[in-house]
């Protein structure tokens, strides 16, 4: 069992950057993968960014790639997302989810994650 808290959020305007946190409980944090999700108003849920539970395996979507960085502090039970030249278009609710399966079997796939945190807003500003 893993229990996921997102803070960080926040507003800014286009071009600044945000660092987002979530912090997990459970001693077996190190052995989940662990992503962040995001969801636009209006619109579905869509994959932002994955850390495998060892390794330094990352994946990325596209429209954040080169932009944001995931990576993870096991002795923290943390997992951050560092969002650089933040554009409109990445206003959200972020969320970071966490998995067990194996990391690339439906790594964008939000039904694949088991635990979610409760989101936290980022509004970017034109």
């Known amino acids: 069992q893993v229990q996921l808290v997102e803070s960080g959020g926040g507003l800014v305007q286009a071009g600044g950057s945000l660092r987002l946190s979530c912090a997990a409980s459970?001693?077996?944090?190190?052995?989940?993968?662990l992503a962040w999700f995001r969801q636009a108003p209006g619109k579905g849920s869509d994959f932002v960014a994955a850390?495998?539970?060892?390794?330094?395996?990352?994946y990325y979507s596209d429209s954040v790639k080169g932009r944001f960085t995931i990576s993870r502090d096991n002795a923290k039970n943390t997992v951050y997302l560092q969002m650089n030249s933040l554009k409109p278009e990445d206003t959200a609710v972020y969320c970071c989810?966490?998995?067990?399966?194996?990391?690339?079997?439906?790594?964008?796939?939000?039904?694949?994650?088991?635990?979610w945190g409760q989101g936290t807003q980022v509004t970017v500003s034109s």
């Open positions: 989810a966490a998995k067990d399966t194996a990391f690339y079997s439906g790594v964008t796939d939000r039904g694949r994650y088991a635990y």
């Open positions: 459970g001693r077996t944090f190190s052995t989940y993968h």
């Open positions: 850390h495998a539970s060892g390794g330094g395996i990352t």
